[in-house]
């Protein structure tokens, strides 16, 4: 099903971020070894990174694949902000593990993400965010430059959650 929000899909993954959105590009060291990519892939493609980050995740599938419909929700009570999403592409391994969704109607944005983790040469395991975004809703145009600002803390904080988790692996 192709109900996305916006023309340019699939273009986080090839890094070429079209010309009127919002880039982020953010990368972090979390880990070494094959067992810090398989937990950290793990934890990536069946969302319970974003759960543990603080989003909550209603999915059509417990693991992301292609065609899979996400709502998440990040927020309390009536500031709940939902983001309907839909899994465009997914990557799983042996030395990489990911996924890219990009949005739907209803979300306050349009845009895509592509989460990867993936193993280096010198085994060094590194994650990274890759997207683009504008808002389209009303009040997340008003809130100006905090969306891009709360994505790319949002990236850290995924960061973090997953070096906890190949750490643990290790």
Do not use: K
């Amino acid at each position: 099903m192709n109900d996305y929000s916006y023309p340019e899909q699939g273009a986080s993954r090839t890094g070429h971020l079209p010309a009127g959105y919002n880039h982020m590009r953010h990368s972090a060291l979390i880990g070494h070894g094959r067992p810090a990519l398989e937990a950290a892939g793990a934890a990536l493609l069946d969302w319970r990174m974003h759960r543990l980050a603080g989003v909550r995740i209603d999915a059509t599938a417990d693991r992301a694949a292609p065609g899979v419909a996400v709502h998440c929700a990040i927020g309390l009570g009536p500031l709940r902000a939902g983001a309907p999403n839909r899994v465009l592409a997914t990557v799983d391994g042996p030395d990489r593990y990911g996924f890219t969704y990009g949005t739907r109607t209803g979300h306050l944005a349009q845009g895509e993400e592509t989460f990867l983790v993936a193993l280096a040469l010198d085994g060094e395991v590194r994650f990274s965010v890759t997207a683009f975004s504008r808002p389209v809703a009303w009040y997340a145009r008003l809130a100006g430059p905090l969306l891009p600002l709360a994505q790319r803390a949002f990236a850290h904080h995924c960061g973090r959650v997953l070096t906890r988790i190949a750490t643990q692996a290790t």
